[in-house]
């Protein structure tokens, strides 16, 4: 089987742009979770879908937003750019969630000048 | 807040050494995981206990868990050079669909 695709790997943007990251799971899995990794915080948790229903969301503002297709295909998106957006953002993917194994991506390197 | 915290945050160790790295967490949990992360790529799944299991092994490696301590240790026996990467626990905060990660645990391998 296919990996965990990230598209695209390197994103430069400017304060105030917006910008929509992809991730295409391993075939048959059905729950996408989000993850942002910086140096100071660490990875946190942004959100879970499965099945297009986003189960659960962390501590992120609004202008963090996702969404799942049927095909199970995640995408997140970030409004009004900010410097402190700059991470690598993850998505792992796995058959039922976050208690089972997850499967990462490569990431996404975003860089907010 | 990070559920779990791995401790040492930085390890380094001659190649052929065992390394041990310990993890902690706050809140009761179905499962515990472990990742490795080379430099700034994904997280790749090392090894999943469960809540029941006390033990578990794979390869090289070995997890123990104890809930009582709300604790757990990854030991990585007979090291190389390849090992030397970021070690993550992860617990998932039973009910709330999503992993906690803890700070990680960098690890290096000296030849």
């Known amino acids: 089987k296919a990996g965990v695709t990230q598209t695209p790997r390197y994103l430069i943007k400017t304060r105030g742009q917006q910008v929509t990251l992809s991730c295409s799971p391993i075939?048959?899995?059905?729950?996408v979770s989000w993850y942002q990794q910086t140096p100071g915080q660490g990875l946190q948790f942004l959100f879970e879908y499965f099945s297009e229903t986003q189960r659960n969301k962390g501590n992120f503002p609004g202008r963090f937003s996702g969404r799942q297709f049927s095909n199970s295909r995640s995408e997140m998106n970030v409004s009004t750019l900010e410097l402190g957006d700059s991470a690598l953002y993850l998505c792992a993917s796995s058959s039922i969630g976050p208690y089972d194994t997850q499967y990462f991506g490569p990431g996404t390197r975003l860089t907010v000048l | 807040s990070q559920q779990g915290e791995e401790d040492p945050q930085a390890l380094s160790i001659q190649e052929g050494e065992n390394a041990t790295m310990n993890c902690s967490y706050k809140?009761?949990?179905?499962?515990l995981q472990w990742y490795r992360q080379n430099s700034g790529r994904g997280l790749v799944h090392l090894i999943l206990i469960r809540s029941n299991e006390r033990e578990k092994h794979s390869g090289r490696l070995r997890v123990t868990l104890d809930t009582s301590k709300k604790s757990s240790s990854l030991l990585i026996t007979a090291s190389r050079a390849a090992d030397t990467a970021s070690y993550f626990c992860?617990?998932?905060?039973?009910?709330?669909?999503?992993?906690?990660f803890g700070q990680g645990t960098r690890l290096t391998i000296n030849p």
């Open positions: 809140t009761s949990i179905n499962n």
């Open positions: 075939s048959g899995h059905r729950s």
């Open positions: 992860a617990t998932d905060g039973q009910g709330a669909q999503k992993l906690v």
